[in-house]
């Protein structure tokens, strides 16, 4: 699980960015304010001239529900898409302020039993709270990360009538996923 709730990666595609686009668009739909009902595309969002920004369409809460921003650039090759994964802002803010006091507390009662004016053992509530709140936070984040990762690599691969595999994402030299056919 990542220590903050990001993820940014790159995506190989045989695809020309007019292609990648226009396989975006058809399984993006647009962003519903009021979840009423089921959406019937995979991702909410926009896909304009070489850029989408978009998230995972659920029935379900998660407040860690990554935001999905991306750009597309012609190679040689076809597309190179760069993926930005985060969650919303405020969520991350608000995460971020609250295991901030948890820590604060939890270090104040570290500093306060070591100086013998209370049990050291004090620290152990503050500490689990930050471990669950981190492990929440980043549990929440990956699973849906993790999904989405998927649903854009099949979404981005070689025209499946010309045999191509499964696409799989690989380490580059700079320790950025690529995704191949």
């Given at each position: 699980m990542p220590l903050v709730p990001y993820l940014r990666y790159e995506v190989i595609s045989p695809r020309t960015p007019s292609e990648v686009q226009a396989a975006l668009r058809g399984v993006v739909e647009p962003t519903r304010f009021f979840c009423l009902g089921a959406g019937t595309r995979p991702f909410e969002g926009e896909v304009e001239d070489r850029t989408f920004d978009l998230q995972l369409t659920i029935r379900y809460r998660n407040a860690f529900l990554p935001r999905i921003r991306g750009t597309i650039d012609a190679t040689p090759e076809g597309s190179r898409i760069g993926i930005t994964m985060r969650p919303n802002l405020a969520?991350?803010?608000?995460?971020?302020?609250?295991?901030?006091f948890v820590a604060v507390g939890c270090g104040?009662?570290?500093?306060?039993?070591?100086?013998?004016?209370?049990?050291?053992?004090?620290?152990l509530g503050p500490a689990g709270m930050f471990v669950l709140g981190w492990t929440v936070a980043a549990g929440a984040f990956t699973l849906e990360a993790k999904k989405a990762t998927h649903l854009l690599a099949d979404v981005m691969r070689a025209d499946p009538t010309a045999g191509a595999g499964e696409p799989r994402v690989n380490k580059s030299s700079s320790g950025v996923p690529e995704c191949r056919d």
């Open positions: 969520v991350l803010v608000f995460t971020t302020v609250w295991l901030g104040a009662f570290l500093v306060s039993g070591l100086s013998g004016r209370g049990p050291i053992t004090a620290a």
